[in-house]
């Protein structure tokens, strides 16, 4: 129970606990895609997702997490800047009729 306190949430509706497992994580980030362990190991490595081992696992603590997210950011690096427009053209610019 939670007094006085609004819990930060998963997408799902539960809220998240306070040390996070990277499965938590990726669910927590919505991180979509074929490698969102890939994804994470990228934001600690290249962003500065703070982490900590307990035993031989890796966990985030929601505190760390959070002041991360709301941690200002200039530019996204070029690695991680598309070299091509994506595919899909589902988001193409329509000719719009002025009305």
Known sequence: ?????????????RPAPFVLTEADLIEFL?????SPRETLWQYRRQLGLKA???GRHIRF???DVLA??????DRVPESQVCSKP????????????PG
């Not at 919505?30 to 074929?34: F, L």
């Not at 991360?68 to 950011?73: D, S, V």
């Not at 994506?86 to 009729?97: I, K, M, Q, W, Y």
């Open 30 to 34: 919505s991180i979509d895609g074929q």
């Open 61 to 63: 603590c929601l505190p």
């Open 1 to 13: 129970m939670y007094v006085g306190f609004n819990p930060v949430c998963m997408p799902n509706g």
């Open 52 to 54: 900590m081992l307990i």
């Open 86 to 97: 994506p595919e899909s053209t589902e988001f193409a610019p329509r000719n719009v009729e």
């Open 68 to 73: 991360w997210l709301e941690k200002p950011r």
